[in-house]
Nanobody, 122 residues
Framework: QVLLEESGGGLAQAGDSLKLTCVRS????????MAWWRQCPGKEREFVAG????????RYADSVKGRFTISRDNARASTYLQMNNLKPEDTAVYYC???????????????WGQGTQVTISS
């Protein structure tokens, strides 16, 4: 099993920035593609951003394009989500996810973190 742990969530005002970090513990033999998902109150969990092992392919949901940036540092086994110009509608539990394949991690991830709460007030 792959253990994913998110950090960096919290409470912020509209227009502020937050940076989320996802750390994969241990070591695997696989080059996982990574993604961030979120679940807004009363909504289904939705894809936010995805990135391949080499960062050669990056995808964003339309709702965050131009505001959020996904990146990774494989030497640190870390994946990041820089969130700028936050809006109240960004309030959600944010989840880190991993899979073998960019399509898979954007649709049916194999591994999930426990989630971190992001709350944006106006």
């Amino acid at each position: 099993q792959v253990l994913l742990e998110e950090s960096g969530g919290g409470l912020a005002q509209a227009g502020d920035s937050l940076k989320l970090t996802c750390v994969r513990s241990g070591r695997t033999f696989s080059t996982y593609d990574m993604a961030w998902w979120r679940q807004c109150p009363g909504k289904e969990r939705e894809f936010v951003a995805g990135i391949t092992w080499s960062s050669s392919t990056i995808r964003y949901a339309d709702s965050v394009k131009g505001r959020f940036t996904i990146s990774r540092d494989n030497a640190r086994a870390s994946t990041y989500l820089q969130m700028n110009n936050l809006k109240p509608e960004d309030t959600a539990v944010y989840y880190c996810a991993a899979s073998l394949g960019i399509h898979e991690v954007m649709t049916t991830p194999s591994y999930w973190g426990q989630g971190t709460q992001v709350t944006i007030s106006s």
